[in-house]
T-cell receptor, first 111, second 117 residues
Framework: GEDVEQSLFLSVREGDSSVINCTYT??????LYWYKQEPGAGLQLLTY?????DMKQDQRLTVLLNKKDKHLSLRIADTQTGDSAIYFC???????????FGTGTRLTVIP | ETGVTQTPRHLVMGMTNKKSLKCEQH?????MYWYKQSAKKPLELMFV???????ENNSVPSRFSPECPNSSHLFLHLHTLQPEDSALYLC????????????????FGPGTRLTVL
């Protein structure tokens, strides 16, 4: 299977919370990232979490890391139409500077 | 110009053409990357350059040829491509080590949308 796996699509209503999930395979990954890609643009780093953390919160964003299950999630509270984009999960493995990305999850926010 | 720029933004080429994609970073970074983005597939790392030296070549066909003349510029030379090479090609840069911090944030350009007929 792929190193990093994500669902391809997610739809939510404006004002609801969005939860985007990701699984990865390398238990020695040092950092895990969430990138956002808006239409016609490159990827932009949203947030990241170090592997010794379980949770990180940044305004409307909450990242949860379950190392035992190798599961990463991104929760967006009070989702807005401007949050519609593709969200990529990525891992940086121990001893490497390269990032390994998933397929991206296309989030559609319905007004 | 700021950040990472890529030209052209769109490219249509025949299978017998030769073309080049250009990437320029204005961030003073020491590493640059080429990625291929195809629908429903993971973002695929193609090439990595650290300090102008190629450190990764992830089994990319020889019809893709990278060039990094200095730490600010990266090219991807294309020749005799196939229709399945149609994709969005993204360039990124980062500061590896030193002041770049431990988390190696990569900064992406907007991409070149390539269509091979």
């Amino acid at each position: 299977g792929e190193d990093v796996e994500q669902s391809l699509f997610l739809s939510v209503r404006e004002g609801d919370s969005s939860v985007i999930n990701c699984t990865y395979t390398d238990s020695s990954s040092t950092y895990l990232y969430w990138y956002k890609q808006e239409p016609g643009a490159g990827l932009q780093l949203l947030t990241y979490i170090f592997s010794n953390m379980d949770m990180k919160q940044d305004q409307r964003l909450t990242v949860l890391l379950n190392k035992k299950d190798k599961h990463l999630s991104l929760r967006i509270a009070d989702t807005q139409t401007g949050d519609s984009a593709i969200y990529f999960c990525a891992e940086m493995k121990t001893g490497a500077n390269n990032l390994f990305f998933g397929t991206g999850t296309r989030l559609t926010v319905i007004p | 110009e700021t950040g990472v720029t890529q030209t052209p933004r769109h490219l249509v080429m025949g299978m017998t053409n030769k073309k080049s994609l250009k990437c320029e970073q204005h961030l003073g970074h020491n590493a640059m990357y080429w990625y291929k983005q195809s629908a429903k597939k993971p973002l695929e790392l193609m090439f990595v350059y650290n300090f102008k030296e190629q450190t990764e070549n992830n089994s990319v066909p020889s019809r893709f040829s990278p060039e990094c003349p200095n730490s600010s510029h990266l090219f991807l030379h294309l020749h005799t491509l196939q229709p399945e090479d149609s994709a969005l090609y993204l360039c990124a840069s980062s500061q590896v080590g030193g002041a770049g911090g431990p988390y190696n944030e990569q900064f992406f350009g907007p991409g070149t949308r390539l269509t091979v007929l």
